[in-house]
């Protein structure tokens, strides 16, 4: 298992975002030499942990539980055939390209070490959004995204440390629970159903998807509403040109 690249996004004024100024940061770029990661502080404040990275919207990126995002290369290599079409590193908008690691199927609160020294714990999969979308390109992509829930990690830091390509990924903690990336990104998209059980993540869960689910049982109990209508939901959201369960403003991590 080991870190392909490390990417890193610079402001760029586009037509589709609605960050302050027009821009945006998705348009990660693989970068040479060590790199610093560090927790960049709260939410709204701090903006990514990845040193050079910019973040052009601090209502819906950065912070300490999504300081950092990796997403597999065997996943774009899914994405590649899917799409007919080649994808580079960082084009999802990630930080981190790797090798040999599941990391859509990273358990919440899993923790990796990386290079001699960062380490870092899954929190949560990205919602994908508009910009994602139109920086791709592809027609109906939020909705294709999010159906086959082939998503990558968000992870917060735990010990900071500068990292480079072709590092060692280590995974250093595994916890006693099956809540998987894949599992809270289906549960805070199209199968709400699913809440009840990221719950047993506890705190290591991003905590804005800790208080939907906790909302969610609160409302409906540990067994929740059956799963009724949730294509036709998502139908509508897309038509409307946001991500499913967009109207939940803790739901909208656009890039």
Partial sequence: MKLLTVNAGRPK????SDAAGGVTGIDKRPVGGPVRVADPGPKGVGASGVGGDAVCDLRHHG?????VYAFAREDLDFWERELGRPLSNGVFGENLTTSGID????????????????VLEATSGRIPCRTFQAWLGEDGWMKRFTH???TGAYLRVITPGEIRAGDPIEIVHRPAHDVTVTMV???????????????AAGEALHAE??????????????IGRPAVGAEQTDVRAEAGGRAPGRDDAALANQP
Avoid at 13 to 16: H, L, Q, W
Avoid at 63 to 67: H, L, P, R
Avoid at 107 to 116: H, M, N, Y
């Fill in 209 to 222: 998807k800790l208080r939907i689910a906790q909302a969610y049982v609160e409302k409906y109990g540990r």
């Fill in 148 to 150: 086959q829930a082939v």
């Fill in 13 to 16: 004024a586009v037509e589709y």
């Fill in 63 to 67: 912070g300490s539980d999504q300081a």
């Fill in 185 to 199: 990104f289906r549960a805070v998209t199209l199968e709400r159903e699913l809440l009840p059980r990221i719950l």
């Fill in 103 to 118: 990391v859509r199927n990273a358990l919440i609160g899993e923790r990796w070490r990386i290079g001699p020294d960062l």
